[in-house]
């Protein structure tokens, strides 16, 4: 079997496993005293369900993630990122971020959910902190400012960057 293709199923069930047992839990943890012995599983079921759904989905684009990776290469971190304009409807909450920077041991990937906007290895880029901002330039030329969510991502970022010869 395909290295990608196992990592992808892996972290689909992991995740899946994971989330549904939180959804069950919580929902029955909250039924416990509250509702009546009936009402507790026509709860859950649908909670699991929904998820498990979520789970799988949040593994799927994990596993599509991974298997970009070049040989040799390991993630360093994963930064949520806002939106770059404020008219923006953001995402249901199941869906999670829907940007992320991703900082490799080889370079920086800017992903939008499962598809991968921009990728660019460490000595041809510039990283700025701007204050709350992370600005971008590669080979000379603005490639991205963003806000990062994380508290002192920005920062996490820029130490990432000076750790592999980034001016």
Do not use: F
Not at 112 to 124: D, I, S, T, Y
């Amino acid at each position: 079997m395909n290295e990608g293709v196992a990592a992808v199923r892996r972290a689909r069930t992991i995740r899946a496993t994971v989330s549904a047992g939180i959804a069950g839990a919580t929902v029955t943890g909250l039924g416990a005293g509250v509702l009546s012995w009936w009402q507790v599983p026509a709860l859950a079921v649908p909670a699991v369900g929904r998820a498990a759904w979520t789970g799988s989905r949040i593994g799927r684009i994990d596993g599509i993630r991974a298997a970009r990776l070049e040989p040799g290469e390991g993630v360093i971190d994963t930064y949520a990122v806002r939106p770059p304009y404020t008219g923006h409807t953001p995402p249901s909450p199941h869906e999670g971020p829907q940007y992320h920077l991703r900082v490799t041991s080889r370079g920086i990937e800017m992903w939008e959910r499962a598809e991968l906007l921009r990728k660019h290895p460490w000595p041809e880029l510039r990283v700025i902190v701007d204050g709350p901002r992370l600005r971008i330039r590669h080979l000379g030329q603005e490639a991205g400012t963003m806000l990062l969510e994380q508290p002192g991502a920005v920062a996490e970022v820029r130490q990432a960057a000076l750790r592999h010869g980034v001016a």
